[in-house]
Structures are given as C-alpha cells and as structure tokens.
C-alpha cells in the first residue's frame, strides 16, 4: 500500500503556517517560467536553478549541498520514493506534512471535495464530518491547473460534492476548460440532481465525457433508506436519475454488495432493467473493509463465495436486459466463471494487495485482489488460488 500523506523530515526554507500545492518535476531543463510552479525531485548532484522548491528523498539527503543557496526544500522518508514528473502534492509548513494530491502514473485518480455527507451509510469508506472543509473545493481550484491536460480521466468524491451546490458546478465548469480532454467521474448520492433546476445548470456544462455514479442497494424504498441512513433518499435518488437522463446525461448506478443489500439484489437488477433501463452503466462493488464498515461488520460482512451464485443471476439479468455491467473489488477464485466477461481490475493500485494464500496462483495477474483494509481486517478464507 502506498502512503499517500504523513510528516515529512524537514522542510527548510519557507514561510511559516504555509500550504504550497507543486507539480513534481525531473526535467531539470524545463524553461524558467515553468519552473517557478514546481519541485525539482533532487536525484543526482548536478542540480538545476530557478525552481520553486526542492524535494530530496532520506537516502539522499548528501545532496542538500547540490542545491542552490536559498532555495527552499523538504526532505522525504523513503515511503515516497515512487514519486514522478508531473505528480501533484501539498506541502504544510506549519504541521511539516505532504499529501499526495494527483499521480500521473495512477490508473484512478480521485479527488475528495468534501467530508459532509447527507447520508451517514452503514458502510461508508468516508465517514461524514459536519464541520466546514469548504476549503477543500478552493483548493482544488488550484489543484486543477496543475494536473496534466493530457490526463484520460479524474474523479471528484466525497462526502457529497453536490452540497457545495453553485461552486461545485463552477469546478466542472473550470475543470472543462483546464483539461479539455479529460473525462469526468462524480460520486454522488443523487440527490440534489432531484431538483430540475440544478440538473439542468449542471447539463449546460455540456461536457462531452461526464459522468455521476449514484448508489442504489435496494428496490425496497425502506431498505435503502435504512442503509443509507437517511429517510425519503430512495425516492429522491431515483428522481436525481430521472431528471439527469431526461437532459441526456451519463449515470452509473452503483451497487456495493454486503449482507444487507444481497438480500434484494435479484429484485433491485429486475428493478433496474424495467424501470431505468437507459442508465449507461452498472457497477456491482465488492465491500471496502474501512470507514464505519469496520463498526458494522456483523450486520455488513458476507463472504462473497456464499453470494457467487445470486451475483451470476444478477449480472445475468442486467445484461439480458442490454445494460453495461461490471463487476468490482471481487476476487477472481471466489465468482463464478460466467462473471469473467464482466470482472474488472478495479482497486486502486495504492490501496490493492493479495493475501499470503495468493501467493503461487497462476491468474495472480488477472486477478483484482483486495483492499488493503480488507488484507488488515478480514476476508474470506475459501481461497482457491489456481493451480
């Protein structure tokens, strides 16, 4: 698992109380307007002038020297050695910190906007804080210029994003005209798109790859409110996706698998083939073993070999009715062989790892494997690596 935030050694040479947001260089021949917005990842003694800041790894602290005089630099611990051109991280002078913003060689970028949540889900990887983080969404403002424009797509999270409401569709807007060619993910709940007003302001983005993933775990409009925690959410969630199709929107409906929404999957995949047929994709999600899961796991947990059989049906049923399917966080040995045209690689590669028991299986690379919390806090013990 990749750290992706934590204290740095030292950081010498700025302002205190500071945030400074850099873009990771190692072309030590950019021209000089560039280099005054980036950090030059010190490798070798010929180190080159003008850049913002210094970055110098531990092992190679011998190398301050090689800096020019009064430039300002941090110096790492070794976990952030996998750093490279064109990453994008936040510096805190004040709490000598780094986080770990955008990596140009990740597969999945995400970039949390919020920690407020109107839902307060029974397995929420996130879990909601009510006090005011407005300054996540203006720093990722500034975030976005410094993201490759070559980039293929990148993913705004939550929380809730929407209940940033006007601004959060302002980010859109600006993040359209910063990255043109990139492609857009929101995870959402839905539910401010069930106003028509909203909808419609975020439609006249017109992007031409955006897309919301919604969550929907039942067709019983009970079942899901008691999952989410939150009363009247099915019925404004279906009206978020109604509305958002009706203006030719993409939609993702997502459905994270555990004992409480296993129970009605059947149901729910008949539900959405005969009533929101038009979504554009469906994602089935293995359970993340984090967040509030961890204090629900008896009421949550499910090993999926006991599932295997009702996931066939389920995906059986979304693709007779023509719909796009995936299936998600799922170990190749514990599904069926029939889910192989719909199985996906899908945990990010910074939080992915294989229990001991993988070890030796010769579908390893194929193989999505799990979430680091899941190797911490439990997972099935029906492996079958194959042989």
């Known amino acids: 698992m990749l750290k992706l935030g934590g204290r740095v050694i030292e950081i010498k040479g700025a302002q205190p109380a500071t945030t400074m947001l850099f873009s990771v260089s190692t072309n030590k021949l ?10 030059y990842l010190v490798d070798e003694m010929d180190v080159p002038e003008d850049f913002a800041h210094y970055l110098i790894l531990d092992s190679k602290k011998d190398l301050i020297e ?18 490279g051109n064109n990453d994008v991280i936040r510096l805190s002078s004040d709490r000598s910190s780094i986080r770990v913003l955008f990596r140009e060689t990740a597969s999945n970028n995400s970039i949390l906007i919020t920690e407020q949540c109107n839902h307060y889900c029974l397995m929420c990887s996130q879990p909601p804080k009510a006090h005011d983080d407005s300054w996540i969404i203006e720093e990722t403002f500034k975030l976005i210029p410094l993201i490759p424009k070559t980039t293929k797509e990148i993913g705004f999270t939550g929380g809730e994003p929407t209940l940033f409401g006007d ?6 807007r600006y993040t359209k005209s910063e990255l043109p060619i990139t492609a857009i993910h929101i995870l959402s709940n839905g539910r401010s798109f069930k106003s028509e007003e909203f909808s419609k302001k975020y439609s006249e983005i017109n992007h031409f790859d955006m897309m919301v993933g919604i969550p929907i775990y039942s067709d019983d409009p009970a079942q899901h409110d008691y999952i989410v925690q939150a ?7 279906i009206q978020g996706i109604l509305n958002l199709k009706r203006l030719g929107q993409k939609v993702e409906i997502r459905i994270v698998l555990h004992k409480q929404s296993i129970t009605r999957l059947i149901n729910l995949c008949e539900f959405i083939g005969r009533n929101l047929i038009f979504v554009d994709h469906v994602a089935l999600m293995g359970l993340e073993m984090i967040g509030f899961t961890r204090a629900n796991l008896e009421e949550l947990w499910i090993d999926p070999i006991v599932y ?33 045209p719909y199985y996906r690689k899908s945990i990010s590669d910074w939080k992915n790892e294989f229990a001991p028991e993988c070890a030796g299986c010769k579908k390893i690379s194929e193989c999505g494997g799990f979430f680091s919390s899941g190797i911490q806090n439990g997972y099935s013990k029906n492996l079958l690596p194959f042989q």
């Open 30 to 39: 950019l021209p000089k307007v560039l280099k005054e917005s980036k950090a």
């Open 66 to 83: 090689s800096i020019p005089p009064g430039s300002e630099f941090t110096i790492l611990p070794e976990d952030y050695a996998y750093l």
């Open 167 to 172: 601004r959060f569709l302002e980010l859109l």
């Open 231 to 237: 009363k009247g959410a099915f019925d404004e969630t």
């Open 308 to 340: 295997r059989d009702t996931l066939s049906e389920a995906v059986g049923i979304l693709a007779a009715y023509g719909l796009s399917v995936s299936v998600y966080n799922h170990q190749l040995c514990l599904v069926n062989s029939d889910i192989k």
